[in-house]
């Protein structure tokens, strides 16, 4: 019996067959071909060598499909967790969002970022927590000298839902020391939402009180003085 498997495996071994695809056809451990073959001359033919070629591309392809499952049930899991949103959750998220972005200074509602989700939630927030209506909205945007003004303009306009005319005066970083790779990095520059009162008494200065008194009141709940 060991020696009809022995004789296949040498003639497996001298057609240029791997350890691997000797020990999976033959059914014998790869230590006892180590004994069998070590005087048998070894040249990988056509397949092994192709093989040996994408075994690196199949096994980061096998590395990235674990990682990407990994990452969909972690979205799943985090999906399960948060549930549906109430208003008052949507409330202390904008809170996080307005202690993270938002202006604390000189009285002014403001939350500045590069994310649309971020200016997306943003507008949400103000939008059904306030009821803030589109007229009282402004943007301005910051952007590099290599993106073209009225291409960002048209780009936040669609994702915010405010209209151009309310747009006010882009400002262009045009420092030298910026690298490229950052200008690269934000194709459509930074956007600052800003909320103007327009004659409304419960907007502009008195809506950044109360956001205010939410954030003093969200930091003495948790016990940060």
């Known amino acids: 019996m ?11 071994r001298k057609n240029g067959w791997s350890y691997n695809i000797i020990a999976s056809r033959l059914q014998v451990s790869k230590s006892t071909l180590s004994i069998w073959l070590r005087e048998v001359p070894y040249t990988p033919n056509a397949q092994v060598r192709k093989r040996i070629r994408e075994g690196p591309a199949k096994a980061a392809e096998i590395i990235n499909q674990k990682r990407r499952k990994r990452i969909q049930e972690a979205k ?6 948060i549930g549906k949103l109430t208003k008052q959750e949507l409330l202390l998220l ?7 972005e938002g ?7 403001q939350i500045c970022n590069s994310d649309p989700k971020v200016i997306q939630l ?13 007229n009282h909205f402004t943007i301005a945007l910051y952007i590099y000298p290599d993106i073209y003004e009225a291409v960002a303009i048209k780009y936040w306009s669609r994702v915010t839902g405010i ?3 309310q747009f ?10 910026k690298s490229k790779r950052k200008q690269r990095i934000l194709p459509y520059g930074t956007a600052r939402v800003s909320v103007k009162a327009r004659g409304n008494s419960n907007l502009g200065v ?3 009180r109360r956001i205010m008194g939410m954030i003093e009141s969200s930091y003495n709940q948790a016990g940060i003085v």
Do not use: C
């Open 76 to 81: 799943e899991w985090g999906e399960k967790e």
């Open 94 to 100: 904008g809170i996080g969002l307005y202690i993270g």
């Open 168 to 177: 006010g005066k882009t400002q262009i970083d045009r420092r030298t020391n």
């Open 122 to 134: 943003t507008l949400d927030w103000f939008r059904k927590i306030f009821q803030i209506p589109n």
């Open 103 to 109: 202006s604390k200074m000189n009285e002014q509602v």
């Open 163 to 165: 209209p151009a005319a």
């Open 206 to 208: 008195q809506l950044h």
């Open 2 to 12: 060991k020696a009809g498997l022995k004789k296949q495996a040498v003639r497996l």
